[in-house]
């Protein structure tokens, strides 16, 4: 008969291997997108309720309203995920235990006919009788040496009992931990799809408001669209202003090293410089895109625009030299940062607290956003560029 207990030990290690990772996706890593999503939710409320002094609906508000909906949408997504990787687990397990159950019948069987044996044996005295009918001391001693075999086998045979039956009990237990993980993640999906549906019907309200004055503010939106095309060309002239003196001013040997260090030390915190305004929002993306609010504008955004408590402070996102403190149109006061090969931009600043040629440190204060009772005011345009190249601040920035 086949050796059936070898088949304790394979169902687990394919399940060690294959248990948690559907899609490429693991259960941890489902579990960070949850933990981001719900920290951008968090975010989102605590930004809401610090701007709820606004005595009208704004746009600000609409598209943090809008970012909190597809974090949420996150967070079910990433349970569905959980849930599948657990049914997929449960429904391994149940193979599991199924064919534990089977080896463990069958070693059952096989000891059971090995006890009656050996007790038919004994009480026969077959053993004795065996061993003396050998034809020569070499033929007993083998037949001795069969019967020992003979034993240990069935002891063997008990011992794989013992270990299969715990085997089959630590499945079952660990069964149960994954049904009731599953019902606790359905019951959370649960609570997400409702908080998903009552923030879905803030949207809705928040944007009826905003539509009565839709005409108005698709032209605020032109109108603004405009001043930052304006603001976009000036910050463009003075990085090629910049770029140009870093080209062609003479540095000693030493503050030339220190130029590349600091180009360098930029380089490896792609994705870990800190936000640039704590519990900011992003609510315009890099890039031509639809507009977050009305639609069929597109907008061109050199940069990111981050929704800020009022009064909030700008921190500098890394070590560098203040290059330029200068004003934009529609944005208020800007400060311009060097680090290096590398520049970063922060507008509409209502105060600055830095002045041009300052060295300035990871996190240290450039100023602060407005302290406007309209959020719309309460937004923090910044921008990153890579000599006279602009670059993405969201795969820069530790979000």
Not at 56 to 64: A, G, N, P
Not at 193 to 198: P, V
Request: charged residues 25%; positive net charge; contains cysteine.
């Amino acid at each position: 008969m086949r050796r059936l207990w070898v088949f304790t030990v394979i169902p687990a290690a394919i399940l060690a291997l294959t248990m948690g990772r559907v899609g490429g996706q693991t259960m941890q890593s489902l579990q960070e997108q949850i933990r981001q999503a719900q920290a951008e939710i968090v975010r989102c409320q605590t930004l809401l309720v610090k701007n709820q002094g606004d005595q009208k609906v704004t746009q600000t508000q609409l598209m943090v309203i809008g970012t909190k909906i597809e974090s949420r949408k996150q967070v079910v997504s990433s349970l569905e995920g959980q849930i599948a990787l657990l049914e997929k687990d449960i429904s391994s397990k149940n193979n599991t235990i199924g064919q534990l159950g089977h080896e463990l019948e069958e070693l059952k069987a096989e000891y059971a006919q090995m006890v009656r044996i050996a007790y038919k044996n004994y009480r026969l005295n077959n053993f004795a009788l065996f061993v003396f009918s050998a034809e020569d001391f070499n033929d007993a001693t083998r037949r001795i040496a069969f019967i020992d075999r003979y034993n240990r086998s069935r002891e063997q045979k008990a011992a794989q009992i013992d270990s299969l039956s715990l085997s089959l009990n630590t499945q079952v237990a660990d069964m149960k931990v994954r049904k009731t993980k599953l019902n606790q993640t359905k019951a959370e999906r649960g609570r997400e799809l409702a908080s998903l549906a009552d923030d879905q019907k803030t949207y809705e309200s928040s944007a009826a408001s905003l539509k009565a004055n839709e005409s108005k503010l698709r032209k605020e939106v032109s109108s603004r669209q405009a001043q930052i095309d304006r603001a976009q060309q000036q910050i463009r002239r003075i990085v090629a202003e910049e770029a140009h003196k870093a080209k062609t001013t003479k540095l000693s040997a030493a503050e030339e090293k220190e130029m590349v260090a600091l180009s360098g030390r930029f380089d490896q915190n792609m994705g870990r410089l800190p936000f640039p305004v704590s519990g900011g929002i992003i609510v315009d993306r890099y890039g031509t895109h639809a507009h977050p609010t009305q639609r069929g504008i597109k907008v061109n955004n050199p940069g990111i625009n981050i929704a800020a408590p009022r009064g909030a402070e700008v921190k500098c996102v890394f070590d560098g030299v203040v290059k330029r403190v200068f004003m934009l149109p529609g944005m208020s006061n800007s400060v311009m940062v060097g680090h290096g090969s590398y520049y970063t931009v922060y507008a509409n600043l209502a105060s600055v607290s830095v002045k041009q040629g300052d060295k300035v440190a990871t996190a240290q204060r450039l100023g602060a956003i407005a302290d406007s009772n309209d959020s719309d005011q309460c937004q923090l345009h910044f921008e990153m560029w890579r000599g006279l190249a602009s670059i993405d601040p969201m795969l820069w920035l530790n979000k």
